[in-house]
């Protein structure tokens, strides 16, 4: 479909490698994605796990866009005072609402993965921040062998819409502890949009309670040997509301993970890290 308008007889337009430019009083079409995710088709069931803490008003626009190779939605609710949970509901009536065990992001995520019945499963945020239209790219990659499936903002296709300078440097200084103590080449690390097969949930073996359970997977998914692919991912800001990541003390419990699972390293007990 053309994104211009047929130029107007009574006005003659400018011409450009034969296509008619756009004048100044021409109404632009909106952009939209370029074509529809939920056309992609996996012999695999999907659960998207979607933590949720007062996302009510972000909740729409997130669920709406969901493709339709998810079967299962998984929200996991962590005690919001805002009507998240019936919003969800009401957007999506077959929506699984679980209430998380305990405090934090990784709590949260733990709850989700627990109660997910797909095949694969896929985590991302609430807010807005990352686009559901991209679960295909995820879910091509575990189709093709691969185990764990994890978005990159600083690989080609990928970006971020949200960095602070704070955010940027601290992904990149744990990046780099990442990648030496793993002996790793990946290029995105703090960032929570992935999928993997719920096969080797148990092989992840994951046990934090805040945002370091990003990490963790990473970590634990590297030290295990699983064939890990990274896809772009365009990070947007957040929709509405505050943000719950405190970039400071969360990136050093991040590093404090990443040291004591790096491999060789004496097992960790499973200890609730970073509750909140």
């Known amino acids: ?5 047929p130029p107007d007889p009574a006005q003659p337009s400018q011409v450009r490698n034969g296509r008619p430019m756009r004048r100044a009083g021409d109404r632009v079409p909106a952009r939209r994605p370029m074509r529809r995710a939920g056309d992609f088709a996996t012999p695999h069931t999907v659960s998207l796990v979607v933590p949720a803490y007062n996302e009510a008003r972000n909740i729409p626009w997130v669920f709406e866009q969901i493709p339709r190779c998810v079967d299962e939605v998984i929200l996991v609710d962590g005690a919001s005072s805002d009507a998240t949970v019936a919003m969800a509901r009401n957007c999506l009536p077959n929506v699984r609402s679980v209430v998380q065990s305990g405090p934090g992001k990784g709590n949260a995520l733990r709850t989700g993965f627990a109660a ?54 601290g992904n990149r200084v744990l990046l780099a502890v990442v990648n030496r103590l793993y002996h790793a080449v990946l290029t995105d690390l703090c960032y929570g949009f992935c999928a993997f097969r719920r096969s080797f949930l148990e092989e992840l073996s994951l046990h ?41 003390s969360d990136g050093r419990r991040v590093l404090r993970t990443l040291i004591a699972e790096r491999p060789g390293a004496r097992s960790s007990a499973p200890v609730a890290v970073g509750e909140r």
Do not use: Q
Request: aromatic fraction near 8%.
């Open 1 to 5: 479909m053309s994104t211009t308008l």
């Open 116 to 169: 997910a019945t797909g095949d694969y499963i896929v985590m991302m945020d609430a807010d807005g921040s990352m686009w559901p239209g991209e679960i295909p790219h995820y879910l091509h990659f575990l189709d093709n062998g691969y185990d764990f499936v994890k978005g990159s903002r600083c690989i080609a296709g990928g970006g971020s819409l949200d960095f602070t300078r704070v955010r940027s440097l």
């Open 208 to 248: 934090s309670a805040g945002f370091e359970i990003e990490a963790e997977m990473v970590a634990h998914a590297l030290r295990s040997g699983l064939r890990i692919a990274e896809v772009p991912s365009l990070e947007l800001p957040r929709r509405s509301g505050r943000s719950h990541l405190h970039a400071v």
